[in-house]
DNA sequence: TTAGTTTTAGTAATGAGTACGATTTAAGCT
DNA sequence: AGCTTAAATCGTACTCATTACTAAAACTAA
């Protein structure tokens, strides 16, 4: 496990920094998204650690996605019913993501509409958006 | 009730078409959503509806609201874990949403971002997308 | 009106996500 | 290294949205 050390250990410790302890679960979790590169559920992130941790609880999987989510770490979006994570591809560059509705697999969109939208928001206060191109990759539409 | 019957009836009409038959509730159901032009959840639905029929079930929302989606009567999306629902703008025509977080009601957006995406798509089949930006509309913001 | 189908009420089941007390663990201090 | 305390975890129970099921009622078309 962990073919991206380095920058599991920056979320680490970003993580430090911010009073959270280092705990072996936590590393493991960020390790896998950190393998993956794809947008992961609680189930799938439970099914990859099912035998590291074969009780590991949800409340720890949530609540860690969780603080993930808010410092940054993963960048999170639900669809489906589902919320999904994965790790956060390059530190604040915004974009938005092609995305694989079978394995969460995604391709990076570097332009953001938001840019070049000329509707009037006049009375709205705006707090955010969100882009998204759904499909299927090579793989899985095969299957 | 029924600010816009002609809608309404297309609707129904429309329904009609398809073998569905018209009923009472499936009526109102529309004309909650012909009235309100807003996104809307079951629960809101419910809510609106709860004085003329009380004991509404959750059976005759979803089932209704599904199938009036499925027909494009509705259009449909979900945020902060709810599926929303909200009546078909103007038939046919492509368009996005400014949409207030707390009331469901939506400006709209012409451009679509699609049409000057220049990621490379190969090897991905397209399937959708959703563009869609949130905020708070004035009269959410002073509250 | 009758036959056949659709719809509905009421309720139960499912599934994602959240909450909480008791126990365990990490990290800082002496 | 041992002590302290604040955080993390487990196990479980709960909430909430959504879907599913069945008997009964309502509707359409002939």
Redesign the pocket.
Known sequence: MGQNPMTVNQAIAKL?EK????????RDLLEVFADEKRYL???DVQEALKNK?P??????I???L?VFAEHGLLEET?WE???KFRFTCSAGHHHHHIICLTCGVTRSVDACPMDSVSTNMEGFEITGHKFEIYGYCTSCKKA
Chains 1, 2 share one sequence.
């Open positions: 430090k009073g959270y302890k280092n705990t072996d679960k936590r559920s609680a189930k941790y009780g590991l609880s949800f409340d720890t949530y609540r860690n969780s639900e019913g589902e919320k």
